[in-house]
């Protein structure tokens, strides 16, 4: 005897029914048994999906004791239920002749006999004939219309007794990142049934990594860099639950005719309202790679160039007429499907798709992670400040396993933070315009020989008069936090020059906003290291050093320095010149006294 439990299953009836006909042996149609109850299981559902359902078949007898079930054909959907047949058994109802047998004249057994076979409706091909059955565009079930469900005890729909085709006909949360349930069949006898959607979840995470020296810098939302710095960002992607490669070993065939799935990156904008990133250095190359993780975090393997598609959607900084600032990566193996692409709805004869089931270098798992590693440079127009630059993401996958239509995650995005120098010259006399200080930046990259500090410049800045302010400036930007070195290497004439350069650092904190967890930059300011020359006009604090204050929403460190000057050149007709004249008229004199006295003393020898 063949057995049909409350599993999400295909047909199942007894061999005794076959042999005695009791299906409905005319093309006669029987009522069906009574009523039954569907409980939809809240664990597996989403408050708002929708469902509705299809009877394709009637029950007019069960054994309620042993779960099986006497069967008829539901007269309103004979012709759809034979079409679907046909779409995957083309020798069915056909006559001595080889010709189709006409509709009218199918004997109702006939059709469930063909259901029942195990060959007929496998595990694989209940999902092709649910897919070829609402290809025949049936018409609604009055008995089981479009019903929503609220993830509540209530989740019950009651319902003639049957066996159904129960279609998951709408996400209750569009913006979430779950999969839509395959079609699901069961029989509804009068004990009822409980449904669990087979729903999976995809999620989407983007992180960056900063480089703050002298410790171990994780993958986070925030981060800071220097103009021209290569910035890390990562995309982590997981799979759905019923995610399965369709490897031969599993013996167990995929949900998905075949599954996209495809990175979205998008770079945020800088000042000049074009892209704060390029993925591309100076020769037009880049550093991308796509990898496989399992869920403890282990690496895989990385995928080939040929299992995934790289596709550059970035534009030229400065073109303000496209939003195209960033890159696709769609991971799969390129393969042509014949039939209609469901994405376009359009008709065709085959269209193209990369398919992550059909990769073979890394085998992928439903519990693995899919990621993308990348570096993109940091441009000299990047905002300054809490403004930050937001670097975006999202996944598009497909998420319907019965139409093959695509949805998409949340978007996920990281900030990158840089800052400036804002340095204010004082002089303790009026300069000469022409003639003014000129300094130079340096900047500790980490690089070390023999183990001291390899300064690497940042460059050179002239102090200007603002003619606004009237204020002597000069500055850097786009800095990242860490260790600097101010030197003035030229001193304009009448100043003193400072003799040791300042030491300091520019301090940031960033991190996750408590009340809704944005990005954003939380504190910013600098500390003076040395200052031997005592030129940065700052008092000390408490702790003894200098610190100097930073404005979260400009990103500017200000910076005070000063200028000692002031020399006394010889000049003529003043009171200096008579004292010399004095002085010298002295001199003279006792020199004469000198001489008469020496001359007496040889006349008297």
Known sequence: MKKVNKALVAFGVS????????????????????????????????????????????????????????????????????????????????????????????ENPDIIKWLVQDANLNSTNIDRFAKAFKATDPVDDPGFPETTLNKSDADTKTVPTGYYLIEHKWLGDQGSNETYSKYMVNTVGTKGVTVQFKNGTVTLEKKV???????????????????????????????????????????????????????????????????????????????????????????????????????DTHVTPGDVSSTKNGFTVEVGVEKTINGDDPATAEKETSYQVRDVQSIETVD????????????????????LGETGNKNTASLNYTNNPNTLMRGDTPEDYVKVFTFSVDGLKTFSIDPNETDLPKFELFRDNGERNEGQIVWHSVGKKDVTKDPKTGNYIFGWEG???????????????????????????IEATHGNRDADQEPVLLTLG?????????????????????????????????????????NVLPSTGGAGTVALYVT??????????????ALKKRRNA
């Open 15 to 106: 061999a005794v029914m076959l042999a005695t006909g009791f299906v409905g042996a005319t093309s006669a149609f029987a009522d069906p048994l009574g009523q039954g109850v569907i409980t939809f299981d809240k664990e597996t559902v989403t408050s708002g999906d929708k469902v509705a359902g299809y009877r394709l078949l009637d029950v007019v007898t069960e054994d309620a004791t042993n779960g099986t079930f006497i069967y008829d054909v539901n007269s309103t959907y004979k012709k759809n239920v034979v079409e679907a047949i046909r779409s995957l058994d083309e020798n069915f109802a056909k006559d001595d002749d080889g010709k189709l047998i006409p509709l009218d004249k199918i």
């Open 209 to 311: 990594k900063d480089n703050e020296l002298g410790v171990t810098n994780n993958w986070q939302d925030t981060a800071d860099y220097s103009y021209g710095d290569l910035v890390p960002f990562r995309l982590t992607g997981t799979l759905p639950k019923t995610f399965k490669n369709g490897k031969p070993e599993q013996n167990i065939p995929n949900d998905f005719a075949y599954f996209e799935y495809k990175f979205e990156d998008t770079f945020g904008n800088g000042k000049d309202n074009a892209p704060a990133f390029t993925l591309y250095n100076a020769v037009g190359g880049k550093d991308l790679k796509v990898s496989v993780y399992a869920s403890d975090g282990t690496l895989k393997g990385d995928l080939a160039s040929s299992d995934y598609k790289f596709d």
């Open 364 to 383: 992928i798992q439903a519990t693995d992670m899919i990621v993308v590693e990348y570096k993109a440079i940091l441009q000299n127009n990047a905002n």
């Open 479 to 505: 800095l990242d936090a860490g260790d600097y070195k101010l030197v003035e290497y030229y001193t304009p004439a009448g100043f003193t020059a400072p003799m040791h350069p300042v030491f300091f650092t």
């Open 526 to 566: 600098a500390v003076v290291s040395s200052d031997e020359s005592d030129i940065v006009k700052v008092n000390p604090s408490a702790d003894g050093k200098k610190h100097l204050t930073g404005t979260l929403s400009t990103g500017a460190i200000a910076t005070p320095i000063y200028n000692r000057g002031g």
């Open 584 to 597: 010298g008229a002295a001199i003279v004199l006792f020199a004469g006294l000198g001489m008469a006295v």
